[in-house]
C-alpha cells in the first residue's frame, strides 16, 4: 500500500460517532492554518497539531455530541479548491492531517487529558479563563511556539503566537 493510500486510510477511521480522523484533520487545519514555524519556535507547528488534535480527541471521549458546548473549535470544513492553489495553505492542510493520523494513531497524550486549546499572544503559562467563568480558570497542561500568525483580525489578533492546552 502507498503512503497516500495508508493515510486515507487512516483518514476515514471513526474516532467516536461524531468524529473521524480527516474532521480532526480539517479542525485543527482551521484552528491554526495561519501559523507557521519560526526560528525560535520551541517545535515545529505539526507537533504543536498534534497536541491540538489530543485535546480535541480528548474532548471529544470527555464531552462527546456535547464538545463544542464545552469545548468549542473550528468546524471541519474542507478548504475550497482555490484555497488549496495556495502552496501556504496546501502545507498547512497536509500538516493539519499528518498531526491528527499521528494523534490518532498515538499510544501517549503529549498534553496529559487537555480538552481546551487556544492561541495566545504571550508566552504567559496562567491559568485560561474560558468567557463567563470564574477564577481560577484551566491550569495550563502544554505551551508551543512562538509561531508566525499571518490573519491577525478576529479572535487572535497578534502576529505572534502561542499554543497552549488547558485541562478539562
Known sequence: MDESAWAKSV???????????????????????SYSDRSDSN????????????????????????????????????PSANALRNPAVRAALESS?????EAYLSGADPTQGAAHLNARGSASRSNWRPKDTLPPGKPLKTQSGPYNNSYTKGDTPWPTVWLNTYEP
Open 97 to 101: 492531517m499528518k498531526a491528527a493520523r
Open 11 to 33: 483518514e476515514r477511521a471513526r474516532i467516536s460517532n461524531q468524529l473521524r480522523v480527516h474532521d480532526l484533520g480539517l479542525i485543527v487545519f482551521n484552528e491554526s492554518q
Open 43 to 78: 517545535e515545529p507547528i505539526v507537533v504543536a497539531r498534534q497536541k491540538m488534535a489530543h485535546a480535541i480527541i480528548n474532548g471529544d471521549n470527555r464531552w462527546g455530541a456535547e464538545r463544542q458546548k464545552h469545548a468549542g473549535t473550528a468546524l471541519p470544513i474542507e
